[in-house]
């Protein structure tokens, strides 16, 4: 309650002349944990889950610690813009990494180790750019936007934008990658 309170006291732009630094720095943060949770696809998958556990046990606990002090409005709209995005991105590496575990794992057939890991370079690569230009775009949103509350921006506003945009994400990973055929199934 008493950030909430000082965030909404402010009156002059707190991030003015570092919201690109700020930006660089959670893109680059960002892109390093979603590629150090997919390459921990390496250790079978385990590395991978307890990485995701962690950090959504660490994303629970703020959660619960905004909504026990009475501010989750403050909180949907101070997260759900970049959030929206931000979370996919990191559990869409997270699946890439599971991938990599699974790979590893389970052989096909009489299937080498070396064609295994062949066969999924590409999906590998897909994911993890896909992965890198959503944490670009988080990064802008939560620098640029996510970072000003109320009274300089509304919350409502905040979150009708979080919340399309999060529609916007589902839509594309229901339907990207389908032929035109098995979208009317």
């Known amino acids: 309650s008493d950030r909430v309170a000082e965030e909404e006291a402010r009156k002059e732009d707190h991030m003015d002349g570092s919201k690109s630094a700020f930006s660089a720095q959670l893109m680059t943060h960002n892109t390093q944990v979603a590629i150090f949770t997919l390459a921990l696809g390496m250790t079978f998958g385990v590395g991978t889950s307890i990485l995701l556990f962690y950090n959504g046990v660490l994303i629970g606990a703020v959660i619960m610690d905004y909504i026990l002090a009475g501010e989750s409005v403050f909180l949907v709209g ?104 098995s979208v009317g199934r």
């Open 78 to 181: 101070w997260l759900l813009p970049h959030g929206s995005v931000e979370i996919p991105a990191i559990l869409l590496a997270g699946q890439g990494g599971l991938l990599l575990g699974k790979t590893l794992l389970f052989a096909r057939g009489r299937m080498a180790l070396a064609q295994r890991l062949k066969e999924i370079r590409g999906d590998l690569v897909v994911i993890i750019f896909g992965v890198g230009a959503m944490l670009i775009w988080a990064g802008v949103i939560e620098s640029f936007f996510s970072q000003y509350h109320e009274p300089m921006l509304p919350y409502a506003v905040k979150i009708v934008f979080g919340t399309l945009q999060m529609i916007g994400v589902v839509v594309y990973f229901t339907y990207a990658g389908r032929s035109g055929e």
